[in-house]
């Protein structure tokens, strides 16, 4: 980031101002968002992060959108944590393939502590092969937080995933304002928020532009923040959910590059479901992250030599460590 631009940071968005933002004529909202993404991030690097599911399915959450809830069937069995090599291995595997952060996921309402403990010996070792870390737990307590943070971790994945009126049509054991406090508690911590949502649940507009206003009227907007395309499952209520339209998807994209100039914008789930000129239109709005690696946690993402291709095509670079 260029050091003389300071982000001034606007916090005090209004469901006007942002619908108005989001549904502006398409030209107008893209070339707006690549000049605030100019002033802040070099147009031509995205950033790489591989995702690893450290503990799969089983989930007592019933998020209307997941594969690895207990409350759906959806072929996702329950397995358990995985061991401590195991996530070195492929680790090392994700920086010898180019990423810099290392995102690892449990299908956990909130971690006991036993558990949290093992996770500790996973950021640490990861830390140790010269990676930046990710976690994403579920809900965490203040003291659990500080110890992810003694323990060197450097970003918690926790998402709003949608407006707070949308949100309760798609959960419903757990609350927006749970998620606001364990974002708050990571916050207090000192450890950089990963924040965001998903896009295709059945929501309007209006519902898009309260999630963006969630995020960005945060006293200080998330580092990190993932927009994902619902990636439908069958067996989760939300697999038949009408597609996102991909203009649409651009524009929310553009809007989050717009409300939060210095985040990473992060192109998330459902990429391999998205042409090549739709990411193209997406890295062109402000997005500058992705995940990278063939798996989501249970799905499937592009393969790495796709990935290569395109940013060959588009002359993108990627971070380096
Ligand atoms: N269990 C933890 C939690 O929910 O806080 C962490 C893992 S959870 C799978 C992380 C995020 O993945 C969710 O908040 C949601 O935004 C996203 N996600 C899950 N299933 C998805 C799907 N089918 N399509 C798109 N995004 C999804
Ligand atoms: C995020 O916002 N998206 C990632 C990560 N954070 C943990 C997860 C996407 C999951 C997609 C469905 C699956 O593969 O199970
Ligand atoms: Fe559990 Fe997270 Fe899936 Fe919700 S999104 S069911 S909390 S794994």
Not at 31 to 55: C, G, W
Not at 141 to 164: C, M, R
Not at 267 to 281: D, F, H, N, T, V
Request: with cysteine; proline share 4%.
């Amino acid at each position: 980031m260029h050091q003389e631009n300071k982000p001034t940071v606007k916090n005090n968005w209004t469901k006007d101002e942002v619908v108005a933002l989001i549904t502006r004529p398409f030209n107008d909202l893209v070339f707006e968002a690549q000049q605030v993404h100019r002033k802040y991030f070099d147009p031509n690097l995205v950033q790489l992060s591989t995702l690893m599911n450290i503990k799969t399915g089983g989930c007592p959450e019933d998020c209307g959108y997941c594969p690895q809830s207990a409350h759906y069937n959806t072929g996702v069995n329950a397995e358990k944590l995985l061991q401590l090599d195991d996530v070195i291995a492929q680790a090392q595997k994700a920086k010898d393939k180019g990423a810099t952060r290392f995102c690892m996921g449990a299908a956990w309402r909130q971690p006991k502590q036993k558990d949290l403990e093992k996770v500790i010996d996973m950021v640490e070792a990861v830390k140790n092969i010269g990676m930046e870390t990710c976690v994403t737990l579920g809900m965490l307590k203040q003291d659990q937080a500080q110890e992810l943070k003694s323990a060197g971790l450097d970003y918690y994945n926790h998402n709003l995933d949608s407006s707070p009126e949308f949100y309760s049509k798609v959960i419903s054991t757990r609350d927006y304002q749970e998620r606001l406090d364990t974002l708050d508690n990571v916050r207090n911590a000192g450890i950089n928020v990963c924040c965001g949502g998903i896009i295709g649940m059945g929501e309007g507009v209006n519902d898009r532009a309260g999630l963006l206003i969630s995020l960005a009227n945060m006293a200080v907007h998330p580092e990190s923040v993932p927009i994902n395309m619902l990636v439908k499952v069958e067996g989760t209520p939300l697999d038949e959910a009408e597609d996102v339209d991909a203009i649409d998807f651009i524009r929310i994209i553009a809007s989050a590059r717009i409300m939060m100039p210095a985040s990473y914008v992060r192109l998330s789930a459902g990429r391999s479901e998205m042409s090549e000129e739709m990411q193209a239109l997406c890295f062109l709005a402000g997005a500058n992250s992705i995940f990278y690696g063939e798996k989501l946690l249970t799905t499937d993402n592009p393969q790495l030599s796709e990935d290569h291709k395109l940013f060959e095509r588009l002359g993108i670079q990627t971070s380096r460590h």
